[in-house]
């Protein structure tokens, strides 16, 4: 099915551990972005691309990586995770800039731990 | 920057019956869009109605409709004949387009519990 894959769904990690997040779309959308959840807050946006090869800082870059080396994936990833980045995060691409107009696509989200 | 703020964490609601869940955003543009999302246990955001400001007319998607006050800066959702399937975490989102990259904003969340 077209959509938006994330990976993993669920991920326990220890203070200090780094891991990558994968979000992989199959519907050859220029734009992708990450956001994290946290309970009374929303959603907030981390980074995003405009296109492979480009990313650009969100509302809560810091402690976060990415990367777009292929148009259909988009990766984020934690060097050294804290506590406080433990949280639901989820992916989601867009077509356009216009994201309003032709849509945005959500992958279901992967929740994080970190003890 | 822009803002959106839903004020009520929490609603609950008959089944059959209506409900009213509130937003309220801030913004210096014009012309932008507003969403209302769902998210029901599953996690998955649901695009329940989107409202284009330039449009006067509310947005009307099946038992969904909105009430789109744009000088009062307002975005109310309302669900009629509620059913148990209704029950869900509501995101309130606001995306500026034009040149903003498609970015969404987004409220706090509203869960809404269908009471049988």
């Known amino acids: 099915n077209a959509g938006v894959t994330q990976t993993p769904k669920f991920r326990v990690l220890k203070t200090g551990q780094s891991m990558t997040l994968l979000c992989a779309q199959d519907m050859n959308h220029e734009y992708m972005y990450w956001y994290r959840q946290d309970p009374g807050m929303g959603l907030r946006l981390i980074h995003y691309s405009v296109g492979e090869g480009t990313t650009a800082k969100g509302e809560v870059p810091d402690g976060y990586n990415v990367s777009r080396l292929k148009k259909q994936n988009f990766l984020l990833g934690l060097e050294s995770a804290a506590p406080s980045q433990t949280s639901v995060y989820f992916c989601?691409?867009?077509?356009?800039?216009?994201?309003?107009?032709?849509?945005?696509?959500f992958g279901s989200g992967t929740r994080l731990t970190v003890v | 920057a822009q803002t959106v703020t839903q004020s009520q964490p929490e609603m609950s609601v008959q089944e059959a019956e209506t409900v009213t869940l509130s937003c309220t955003y801030d913004?210096?543009?014009?012309?932008?869009?507003l969403f209302w999302y769902k998210q029901p246990p599953s996690r998955q955001m649901i695009l329940v109605i989107r409202q284009e400001a330039y449009k006067q007319q509310n947005a009307t998607e099946n038992r969904f409709s909105v009430n789109f006050q744009k000088a009062a800066k307002s975005f109310s959702l309302k669900i009629s004949d509620s059913q148990l399937g209704d029950a869900a975490m509501y995101f309130c989102?606001?995306?500026?387009?034009?040149?903003?990259?498609?970015?969404?904003?987004f409220g706090q969340g509203t869960i809404l519990t269908v009471h049988p």
């Open positions: 913004t210096s543009e014009s012309d932008y869009y």
């Open positions: 989601a691409s867009s077509l356009a800039p216009q994201g309003a107009v032709y849509g945005y696509t």
């Open positions: 989102a606001y995306d500026a387009g034009g040149t903003s990259y498609g970015k969404l904003t």
